[in-house]
């Protein structure tokens, strides 16, 4: 369980009385708070543990509710909705945020290093895009759609516009191979394409290892739809494939026992060559999102999973020579 930190005299006190004031308005008395981030907190009230999230649009608050609470309805329970207040409200305004609340539910952190929890999460994903795909068409108007290519040649766009910049941080070599390996990658896709499954749902949009809690009796929960968006269910798949490769030893038989139809489908072996973490990583960064620690970091990481991919690389295009 959180510890939950008591009110006190010191930290943001003026917009904490404001949305207490709010809270109050709506039925809600914390009796404690704790911040995690300026629009998260995480409240003790009368009716427990709840989670207030605050969205600076309210019409994506709106979105958010609607959808969450029709993909609970069709029987799709491994979801953190969010609730009415108990005046039936679904928001309340305060200062720029509109406010939501959730249940909180302590858990266990996922670690894609463990089977178990790899298994766990995909056959997750894999429910969560089944009911998607019966409800994607009443959202089509109000939720973005977007496929997993696109995504990836704006991302790289990004990265080639900011190759002048990121030549003080990474080497002439690091910068070949990740530009090579992108042109490769989306290149072989386009190809490719026919293959793809263009099957449309509703898809998380964040699939990293926080965005899943293991609560009560070893169930588990997804959180945070900020990202929700219309696709294919390879858009939640592929990126989570490659967050698994460094847990799995950048083994690709590894990857296919997660998702088995790839094994003989050429336009998923081709995407697993496109470096989309470090071009994400490295994307922000040119964006000013950056310390030197974390510069240092990355820099090492870098170096790290190029060294790897050059063997998965070979691995691959081997694959795809040979099917």
């Not at 914390?30 to 981030?37: L, Q, T, V």
């Not at 509703?202 to 997804?222: P, T, Y």
């Not at 995407?271 to 994400?280: K, Y």
């Amino acid at each position: 369980m959180t510890k939950i930190k008591l009110f006190d005299q010191g930290e943001d006190l003026i917009q904490n009385r404001l949305l207490l004031f709010s809270l109050q308005q709506a039925g809600i008395e914390p009796r404690a708070y704790k911040r995690i981030k300026e629009n998260v907190y995480i409240i003790e009230t009368t009716m427990g543990y709840k989670v207030l999230k605050g969205y600076e649009l309210q019409q994506k608050a709106h979105v958010l509710f609607n959808v969450l609470e029709r993909i609970h309805q069709e029987g799709f329970s491994s979801l953190a909705y969010f609730e009415q207040f108990p005046n039936k409200a679904t928001t309340i305004a305060c200062e720029k945020y509109c406010w939501m609340m959730m249940p909180y539910y302590p858990s266990c952190p996922i670690m894609y290093k463990s089977l178990k929890d790899r298994r766990d999460v995909t056959h997750l994903l894999n429910a969560f895009h089944h009911v998607g795909g019966t409800l994607h068409s009443e959202f089509q108007d109000v939720l973005p759609t977007q496929f997993i290519m696109d995504k990836w040649s704006k991302r790289f766009l990004q990265f080639q516009r900011s190759v002048s910049h990121l030549r003080l941080f990474l080497s002439p070599k690091e910068l070949h191979q990740l530009c090579h390996w992108s042109e490769q990658s989306l290149y072989l896709m386009e190809n490719y394409q026919t293959h793809q499954n263009k099957t449309l749902t509703i898809v998380h949009g964040d699939v990293a290892s926080h965005n899943f809690l293991r609560i009560n009796e070893g169930k588990m929960c997804l959180i945070d739809f900020d990202l929700a968006l219309i696709s294919s269910s390879d858009y939640d798949e592929l990126q989570l494939a490659h967050r698994f490769l460094r847990y799995v030893d950048w083994s690709l038989d590894s990857i296919f026992d997660h998702f088995p139809s790839w094994k003989t489908n050429p336009f998923y072996v081709a995407a697993l060559l496109f470096p989309t973490d470090l071009l994400r990583e490295w994307n922000q960064i040119s964006a000013g999102e950056y310390t030197p620690a974390r510069i240092q970091a990355l820099q090492a990481h870098t170096k790290w999973e190029v060294y790897y991919r050059l063997n998965l690389a070979e691995d691959l295009l081997y694959h795809l020579a040979s099917s």
